[in-house]
Nanobody, 122 residues
Framework: QVQLVESGGGLVQAGGSLRISCAGSGRSFSYLALGWFRQAPGKEREFVAS??????YYADSVKGRFTISRDNAENTVSLQMNSLKPEDTAIYYC?????????????????WGQGTQVTVAS
């Protein structure tokens, strides 16, 4: 079992930056794929970014603005979000799953955090 707890969400002005993090316990992050997903009101949960070993993957909508990173020693994964837009407003979820899974597939992640709210004001 893996427990995931997100932190760092909040309110930011458009064009600003925010860093959200996820701390894991119960199992080492070293051999897991880690991802960030988000869900806006009235919309389905969608892929944002993921990291497998040292390879990173991003949704087109955030490429060049968001950066995912991991610290295996600390069992954390973070998402640095720059040039934020109002359409980035959502609850952001951290997820962990087997390395063999597809990086953008929600169903390939076994463990999920409770989410952290990110609100970007225009």
């Amino acid at each position: 079992q893996v427990q995931l707890v997100e932190s760092g969400g909040g309110l930011v002005q458009a064009g600003g930056s925010l860093r959200i993090s996820c701390a894991g316990s119960g199992r080492s992050f070293s051999y897991l794929a880690l991802g960030w997903f988000r869900q806006a009101p009235g919309k389905e949960r969608e892929f944002v970014a993921s990291i497998k070993w040292v390879s990173t993957y991003y949704a087109d909508s955030v490429k060049g603005r968001f950066t995912i990173s991991r610290d295996n020693a600390e069992n954390t994964v973070s998402l640095q979000m720059n040039s934020l837009k109002p359409e980035d407003t959502a609850i952001y979820y951290c997820a962990a799953g087997p390395i063999s899974g597809e990086p953008h597939e929600i169903s390939d992640y076994d463990y999920w955090g409770q989410g952290t709210q990110v609100t970007v004001a225009s």
